[in-house]
Structures are given as C-alpha cells and as structure tokens.
C-alpha cells in the first residue's frame, strides 16, 4: 500500500503549545488506527461525512428553502416573482416537507398534486 501523509496542526510558523500538544495528541491517535489496521484519513473523512448527514437531518426544509430565497432573491425577475415563489413554497411545501433528511417521493408527490 502507498504512504499516505496526513498533517494535523497549523503550518505557520509560530506554533503555541496547545496546538502542538493537540497535533501531538491528534498522531498518537493516528498511529493508533493505523497499528489497528485503519486508514486515518479515512476514519477522519467518514466521521465528517456522518456529521455532515446528521447535521443535514436536523435542517428543516423551510430553513433551507428560506435561507435559498434570501440569498437569490436580488436576482429574480421581480419582487413580485420573489413573493410569488416564497409564497407557494409556503402554502404548497412548507406544510409537506419537515426535515430535509426525510423528504420522500410521497411527500414530493402529495406537495406537486396540491400546487397542480
């Protein structure tokens, strides 16, 4: 197997003692996954990614619907084109939709016969 190079720490030069200790604390636990027969950057990526899912299960789809329409709303048509699009979002989806984790194609299915 190839060697791979995992870093932990800053890259600055003027390094405290905590951030060494922690980056020391950090390739202990790194040579301990790897003397178990763990790829570390691996077990680092999978823990981000599950953290990443669970953070995505607790967002709920008006959050991030809303958080869209703020963001993008400057280059819609018209105000009218972006109080036209929140509101059927509200009416239609908000009710439909709860976390961004659980949307389902019945959920899609019963929100797309209401706007139709």
């Known amino acids: 197997m190839a060697e791979r190079l995992i870093s932990f ?14 980056s020391r604390c ?17 077990h680092r990526n999978d823990a981000r990614r599950a953290k990443a899912i669970e953070d995505a299960k607790s967002i709920t789809f008006e959050k991030c619907a809303t958080e869209y329409f703020e963001a993008n709303k ?8 972006a ?24 959920q899609v299915l019963q929100a797309h016969s209401a706007w139709f």
């Open 9 to 22: 720490g800053w890259s600055r030069l003027c390094i405290c003692f905590m951030v060494l200790t922690c």
């Open 26 to 42: 950090l390739a202990e636990a790194a040579r301990t996954l790897c003397r178990a027969g763990v790829d570390p950057i691996r």
């Open 74 to 81: 400057a280059g819609w048509r018209s105000d009218k084109h």
């Open 83 to 106: 109080a036209d699009w929140i509101g059927s979002l509200k009416l239609y989806a908000f009710p439909v939709f709860r976390s961004i984790a659980e949307v389902d194609v019945d």
